[in-house]
């Protein structure tokens, strides 16, 4: 298994500030995972946080927007930038290793509202 | 692309009755299926998943899932709902075929009555 850890765990910012939200893990994965969850709705994946190289953006997704670091295996962020309410969301960590048999964890996520 | 449908967005019971929470899948390959819970204020934690084998996977909390391609579904049931199965229930599948990122249904809220 693995413990991930987000902080902050929720946040109230102003329109046209940034946030950046952590994601530290227990260990070493392979894969990290950005997504987002908007009130009522399902999960959308944003990214894939690639260690040592650009992050991956899914459609409708950009990296202006929301910038993703991973300096190694065990550590991301994700940046909200310039924001609007329409970024209110809930913001997911998510993490697995290659090979048979693992699983996606989640971190119990960031619960953004922008005012 | 990989698409996954549920078909309810709230299933009521009464405690003790049986549950089913429906989800069906679209795939050109074949898939990886999962059912996530998620408690309220809470992350998802993995219910059960369906890599190959047994069409039949048995999870946690007494819930189940039978695999069937002909019907294209992965439906989730229980034989007897407790108070604490309340919340909200998402079924996945894998995206190209690597089972870690996912491609989330809406949802089912599941309300459990006394």
């Known amino acids: 298994s693995a413990v991930i850890s987000q902080k902050p765990s929720r946040d109230i910012c102003q329109r046209g500030t940034s946030l950046t939200i952590q994601c530290q893990v227990d260990s070493q994965v392979t894969m990290m995972f950005w997504y987002r969850q908007q009130p009522g709705q399902s999960l959308t994946l944003i990214a894939t946080?690639?260690?040592?190289?650009?992050?991956?953006?899914e459609s409708g997704f950009v990296i202006d927007k929301f910038p993703i670091s991973r300096p190694n295996l065990t550590f991301s962020t994700l940046t909200v930038s310039n924001m609007s309410p329409e970024d209110s969301s809930i913001y997911l960590c998510s993490v697995a290793r290659t090979g048979a048999n693992t699983e996606a964890f989640f971190g119990q996520g960031t619960r953004l509202t922008v005012v | 692309a990989q698409s996954v449908t549920q078909l309810d967005s709230q299933v009521p019971v009464f405690e003790e009755a049986p549950v089913e929470l429906r989800c069906n899948y679209s795939s050109s390959v074949p898939p990886y299926l999962f059912w996530y819970v998620q408690y309220p204020n809470q992350g998802l934690q993995l219910l059960l998943k369906y890599l190959s084998g047994s069409t039949l996977v048995k999870g946690i909390n007494g819930f189940e899932a039978e695999f069937k391609k002909s019907e294209t579904s992965f439906h989730l049931t229980k034989p007897s709902a407790h108070m604490s199965d309340a919340a909200e229930y998402f079924c996945a599948v894998s995206d190209s075929g690597g089972y870690n990122k996912l491609i989330f249904g809406a949802g089912t809220r599941l309300a459990v009555h006394p």
């Open positions: 946080a690639n260690q040592g190289s650009e992050a991956t953006y």
